[in-house]
């Protein structure tokens, strides 16, 4: 598991034209979903395509303690035979959930309203993360939460024996917190309401719709409000779980920034929620062509080319953020080999994620020669044109997934290579990460 394992160091070198197909790993927040919901409902899900990160291997482990069956049957293809809202047994360890955010918040969403008690943890980087966001909620529906100082892991959760219905506005945009809040709601009677006034992600509106509960998405002024009827049968589903567009972004940027670089990255999904990096990329002057949309999974999908391109800098719209917050570390490797500033603002919650992304990303481009500003909200990199970043540091990943990935991306088009202390929580996310890049025409070493 990351964080717990041997640090991995690994480097990356300026790699030749970047070429083929680039298979990504299905997406981590439907694999997240597709098992919870699964285990919710009465009977088997049986799931394709699913992510065998170690976040989604954590939960699967973490669903089998509350009562469901999980059973792997071949690669990506996987059953749940679920309890039913409301079903689940008290597990009788503590779960741990690893480097997983979404993982412990949407869980302890969907255990919050039935009678029994949880205690839940993490690695170091997830112990460091905020729960408040979601406990705090939790408690409306009459839900208790002992956790360490600032709301942090290790924490017990004592589900809501007599749950009430909840509205809920949510102070800050989280796909995560609006899903523990519906997760909550199912096993409560009546109606719970979520309101959000910037949308994030949809993957759980849209598959308890599929899974048979009654949600309704009203499009308001104060942004999208969110009605669940309580207490419904959800019935088992086939799910296809499409590839993951963050995983995307990381050879789709690498063929951007690596000169001569043409690439073909089959079925991205185009879901609105999730596309803001290829709009911000397509603004920067990326050449990338969207072919042969079509829907799989229950999203819209394209096959993306994409070829090496002279990039801009430009100002990235706050109002993007929610859309593309898991892209922001690779953007701003893109960003430091474009020409002129890239602004990003409105990204604090970048400070609250496996790491503080900020802070992350600034002190490694710095390290590798690149001017970086920023403060609490915003990131501001100043661009040193095609293939012109010096490199020649080594950069620390936090136990993130995504600066390990970004970093090396970055490395692919330096002068000189980059090197990261830890490698290893790329498994959480995008376990054939090396393989693939490798496959491309990446230099990635080990050790
Ligand atoms: C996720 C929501 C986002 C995202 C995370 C996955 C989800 O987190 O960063 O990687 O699956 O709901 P927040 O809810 O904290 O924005």
């Known amino acids: 598991m990351s964080g717990h394992g041997i ?47 170690q976040d989604v291997l954590d939960t699967a482990s973490a669903m089998r303690a509350f009562g469901a069956e999980v059973v792997q049957h071949g690669a990506g293809a996987w059953s749940v035979h679920g309890v039913g809202v409301g079903g689940f047994r008290e597990p009788d360890a503590v779960i741990d959930c690893g480097n997983s955010g979404t993982g412990v918040r949407l869980i302890m969403g969907c255990m919050a309203t039935t009678a029994m008690t949880a205690t839940f943890t993490g690695d170091a980087s997830l112990r460091k993360r905020p729960m408040g966001r979601v406990t705090d909620p939790l408690s409306l529906f009459g839900t208790q939460a002992y956790g360490r100082k600032g709301g942090r892991l290790p924490m017990t959760v ?12 949510l102070p800050v945009a989280s796909a995560q917190v609006k899903s523990a809040v519906l997760l ?55 799910v296809a779980v499409p590839r993951d567009p963050s995983s995307a972004a990381f050879p789709v940027c690498a063929a951007l920034i ?49 070829r090496f391109s002279e990039l801009r800098g430009i100002e990235v719209p706050p109002e ?45 481009l710095e390290a590798c020669g690149v001017r970086v500003e920023e403060d609490e909200d915003t990131l501001i990199v100043h661009g040193m044109g095609a293939g012109g970043v010096p490199g020649g540091a080594t950069c620390a990943t936090h136990i993130d997934h995504r600066i390990a990935m970004a970093f090396m991306v970055a490395g692919m088009a ?25 496959g491309l025409g990446a230099k990635l070493t080990k050790g």
């Not at 439907?30 to 799931?47: C, D, N, P, Q, W």
């Open 7 to 53: 640090a991995q160091v690994m480097t990356a070198t300026k790699s030749g034209p970047l070429s083929g197909r680039a298979e990504v790993p299905g997406d981590k927040s439907i694999s997240h979903r597709a098992l919870i919901f699964g285990a919710m409902a009465v009977g088997e899900t049986k799931i394709t395509g699913l992510l065998e990160g």
């Open 414 to 438: 330096s002068q000189k290579p980059i090197t990261i202390d830890d490698a290893s929580p790329i498994a959480t996310s995008f376990p054939l990460f090396e393989g693939l890049m490798t």
């Open 184 to 238: 909550a709601g199912l096993n409560a009677p009546g109606q719970t309401v979520v309101i959000e006034r910037e949308p994030t992600r949809d993957h759980s509106e849209r598959m308890l719709v599929g899974f048979g509960a009654e949600l309704v998405v009203e499009r308001t002024s104060e942004g999208n409000v969110i009605t669940l009827t309580g207490q419904p049968e959800l019935r088992p589903q086939v």
């Open 320 to 364: 993007r953020a929610p859309s593309m917050i898991d892209e922001y570390p690779v953007l701003a490797v893109v960003a430091a080999n474009a020409v002129g500033r890239t602004v990003m603002r409105g990204v604090k919650e970048l400070r609250v994620k496996e790491s503080d992304r900020i802070d992350a990303m600034a002190r490694g």
């Open 258 to 306: 690596v000169e001569g670089s043409d690439i073909f990255v089959p079925g991205v999904s185009q879901n609105l929620t999730r596309n803001g990096i290829y709009i911000t990329l397509v603004e920067m002057g990326a050449d990338i062509t969207f072919e042969n949309p079509r829907e799989e999974g229950g999203e819209p999908v394209a096959d993306l080319r994409v």
């Open 158 to 169: 004592v589900g809501a024996a007599n749950p009430v219905p909840v509205r809920y506005a």
